[in-house]
Every structure is written in C-alpha cells, then in structure tokens.
C-alpha cells in the first residue's frame, strides 16, 4: 500500500514523464513527413484481422519513476526471450527520479537492444491531433501488431480523460500498446499494457482508440 501511494505520488507530479521537455525543433522535423506518409498509405494498411494481440511479458514498474524503462522492457519481451532488467533499461535511457525525458530516448533503446532500425519517433504536438495524426496512429498501431511489433506511448492522462482506475491527478506516463480489435459495430480498440498496474490485478485492459489518441499528444510514441 505504502509503494503503490509512493507511485501515485511520484505519477502525479509528472515523475514517470516530465511535463516540459523541449523538444520543438526535433518534433516540427519530424511531424511534417509523418503526415506526408501517412496521406500517401493504402488506407488498409494493417487491417488484417479484426483483432490481433501479441505475446508479451508483464511487469510491474520497481519505481514511481521507472514507467518508461518498464513499458519499454513490454515491448522488447515481444520480441526477446530475455530482455534487459528494469534498472538495466533505466540506465540506457537515462532515466532519473524525474522520469524519462522523451519519447525519442526510447525508440533509440528499442532499436539498439532489438539490433534494427525498424522504430521511428511518432510525435502528436497538437491537442486534439490532427486527422493525419489519428490516422498514422491507427495504421501503426495496427502494421507493428500485425508485424509483431508492440508501441510505447508517452501520455498524459488529466483527471477528466483517465484510463481505468487512474488517481484523480493528471498522469505523466509511459504504456506499452500490444494488441488492436476493431468490434463488429465498427469501433477500433487498443490493448494496453500499463506498467503503474493501477487496478491492481496486473492485467492488460481496452482503451477506445478514440481516447488513446487523445492521451497522446502533446507527447509522441515509438512504433
């Protein structure tokens, strides 16, 4: 009881994922050709099945502030029988009791520990996003999935758009997305593995793709 206040605490105060980094120059580089391609993919991009969902091992982040070295250890787990430990992960992204400092750091360990170059830096600057950006997010939620590829996305969660069982705070956090499904009234959904275990019972849960997005920004994800 005592560790999960500390986290709530530490996640309030924007610990697990500052709330002001600057980063302009880097994102306005990048979100110009992110549009760009996303207006020129087949509009089916990834929409294979009606739900995929990937293989994954879970943990619980060690500290209120390791959620990005956790969400990133998600992700590797996909794809590595043996992905690097939590403390090791904090290390190589430089994390601090501040948290981890942008979204960019953990595309570069997602490559680097997988030896590829298949993550990019996906950044939503604008609140609400923009169409493009709701459609690129869908396209590569749904193309890493299906490629077994999961996404770590950086979020800030006010107290008025919280996922489940989230503390009346705003939320400065990292979660690993590993899994989509599209319902059969048509609504499109996001499996997120979500280290701060708020709920408690270590379990994935469904966000609407809807309100992921909206979580998102202004930050970015890797994918």
């Not at 924007?14 to 880097?26: H, K, T, V, Y």
């Not at 207006?39 to 294979?48: P, V």
């Not at 996906?122 to 490629?147: G, S």
């Not at 489940?164 to 939320?171: H, K, L, S, V």
Request: hydrophobic letters at 40%.
């Amino acid at each position: 009881m005592k560790r999960q206040l500390l986290w709530t605490l530490l996640l309030a105060v924007g610990a697990c994922g500052p709330a002001g980094e600057d980063i302009d120059a880097l994102v306005k580089q990048e979100v110009a050709q992110q549009e760009q391609s996303v207006l020129q993919a087949d509009s089916s991009a990834g929409l294979t099945a009606t739900q995929k969902i990937l293989s994954y091992n879970y943990q619980v982040q060690q500290t209120g502030y390791w959620c990005g070295p956790a969400s990133t250890r998600i992700a590797l787990s996909v794809r590595m029988a043996s992905p690097p430990t939590q403390a090791q992960l904090a290390g190589q992204l430089g994390t601090t009791t501040a948290g981890t400092n942008h979204i960019g750091l953990v595309t570069s360990v997602l490559n680097a520990d997988l030896r590829t170059t298949y993550y990019e830096n996906k950044w939503m600057p604008n609140d609400p996003p923009t169409t493009a950006q709701r459609d690129l997010l869908w396209r590569d939620i749904t193309y890493d999935i299906d490629r077994n590829y999961a996404l770590v996305a950086n979020i800030v969660a006010p107290a008025s758009n919280h996922p489940p069982c989230y503390p009346n705070y705003t939320i400065y956090h990292y979660v690993a997305v590993v899994g989509y499904k599209v319902d059969s009234a048509g609504n499109r959904w996001a499996l997120i593995a979500d280290p701060a275990n708020f709920c408690g019972d270590a379990k994935p849960y469904w966000l609407t793709f809807n309100q992921l997005a909206t979580l998102i920004p202004p930050k970015g994800y890797s994918a």
